[in-house]
């Protein structure tokens, strides 16, 4: 089974490599299971995309942008006029609709050594190589409401909602935006299911025997409860009934023996 998540990842990093126009991807299920999520989506991270544009001596990174498909095409611009990347925030953009926002930054892919995807088997290693080899859009679920976060906001994506995503290679010297790939295909992110619509497995019983199901349960834990009260209240009347026939006894054996000892 690892062997085949190796030979499906390494394809999939393959193909990447030989598009002409490379644009981020949905990581390989193997390696990210229920992807999108309702509020993330896991990405490759762009392995020996922008190779070419790397020049020695030069530090560069990779800032990742989000959008909401419903976005104007005019507004996908992720450069100024002097191709400066944008800080646009994900406030600023009311989390993409109006354009794209910068959701991640993170250093170059190193195409010559990528991470050893054997190692997915292994599961003291396999968080490691996935922080390598992918990257979760959506995962942050806190810097929006913090006053002191000052990095870039990556917070929760909207449910049932279609998205678009481009990397973009920045001299981190300059700040220039020195390669950038295509959008990426919509992708989107699951939609919430009804009570009604749940699958209750197992049984795949419907939201309505779910509720039904529960009803019937705190019935017959309410049962349970007075059946227990019922058998303690009859307990308590029958040790009752018993030291008060004890005290009757014990007043009339004290009665019968008074005037024998008076007659003495």
Known sequence: MCSRWVVLAFCCLGQLCADQSPKPQLAAPQLATNNPTLTTVSLEK?????DSSLRPNKS?????????????????????NSSKPLDSTFQQTSGGQMGPYKAALFNVPNCASPPNLADVGDVNKVSDVLKQYLFRVGDDGTCLYDPNFLDICNPPLAPDTTYRFKYVLVDSTEGITKGQSLWSDPIKTRKVKL?????????????????????LSVLVFLLLVGLLAAVSSALMRSEDSSAETRH?????????????????
Do not use: H
Not at 46 to 50: A, G, K, M, T, Y
Not at 195 to 215: A, N
């Open 60 to 80: 560069y990174v990779v800032y990742l942008y989000a959008m909401k498909e419903s976005a104007s095409a005019i507004s996908s611009l992720v450069t100024d």
């Open 195 to 215: 009570p009604l619509k749940i699958d209750t497995w197992p049984g795949r019983r419907s939201g309505g025997m779910v509720v039904i199901t529960s009803i």
């Open 46 to 50: 762009p392995f020996c995309v922008f």
């Open 248 to 264: 009757v006894s014990q007043t009339g054996q004290q009665s019968e023996l008074k005037p024998q000892s008076s007659s003495d």
